[in-house]
């Protein structure tokens, strides 16, 4: 399984630019990189997923480099309902079977 | 959201009964998983399912058992449950790519 880690918290202001990154120096060709969003006593929820470069949509960026042992969450101009934990997850099929890993998470702080 | 809902929303259980936690579905998706989130370890992987009567293991499987008899449901039980297993269970299913998930709402469960 991959091993990924993730900075334990981070504070931003309001309007900011936010990246947070994964590092996942084992990641196995076939792993693809996925993002969530988890409010208090909610399920996650899915922000975003990625494979190599760059992936966009209406809510955030992921950043993915050639070497693929890290990738980067860009959240543009957060808000105060940013204020969450973020995982990010490294996962594959491999013969059918599931190889997933979880960070343990990134709390964001938005502060006004 | 998508459709998935868990039951019970809270239990207290006593050290060594089985327990049983329910997950529903109205979107007819292929894949369902059981995860627990523990502080300090993220989300980890007990079960998942790939159709019905198709299940297999994940990372903390131990002490688990799952069943799906209909593609809507999907039960996990603690067949004795112990403190250890006191824990928040999520039940997910793939609505974006391989692991793009839509979790439930989660089941807290306490162990005595």
């Known amino acids: 399984l991959a091993k990924t880690t993730q900075p334990i918290s981070m504070d931003s202001y309001e309007g900011q630019e936010v990246n947070i990154t994964c590092s996942h120096n084992?990641?196995?060709?076939?792993?693809?990189i996925t993002w969530y969003q988890q409010f208090p006593s909610q399920g996650p929820r899915f922000i975003i997923q990625g494979y190599k470069t760059k992936v966009t949509n209406e809510v955030a960026s992921l950043f993915i480099p050639a070497d693929r042992k890290s990738s980067t969450l860009s959240l543009p101009r957060v808000s105060l309902s940013d204020t969450a934990v973020y995982y990010c997850?490294?996962?594959?099929?491999?013969?059918?079977?599931?190889?997933?890993?979880f960070g343990t998470g990134t709390k964001l702080q938005v502060i006004p | 959201d998508a459709g998935i809902t868990q039951s019970p929303r809270h239990k207290v259980t006593e050290t060594g009964t089985p327990v049983t936690l329910r997950c529903h579905q109205t979107?007819?998706?292929?894949?369902m998983y059981w995860y627990r989130q523990d502080p300090g370890h993220g989300l980890r992987l007990i079960h998942y399912s790939y159709g019905v009567k198709d299940t297999d293991k994940g990372e903390v499987s131990d002490g688990y058992s799952v069943s799906r008899s209909k593609t809507e449901d999907f039960l996990l039980t603690l067949e004795s449950a112990t403190s250890s297993q006191t824990s928040v269970y999520f039940c997910?299913?793939?609505?974006?790519?391989?692991?793009?998930?839509?979790f439930g709402s989660g089941t807290r469960l306490t162990v005595v």
């Open positions: 979107e007819n998706h292929r894949y």
């Open positions: 997850l490294v996962g594959a099929l491999s013969g059918g079977y599931q190889k997933v890993t």
């Open positions: 997910a299913i793939s609505t974006t790519g391989a692991f793009g998930y839509t």
């Open positions: 084992n990641i196995a060709t076939n792993d693809y």
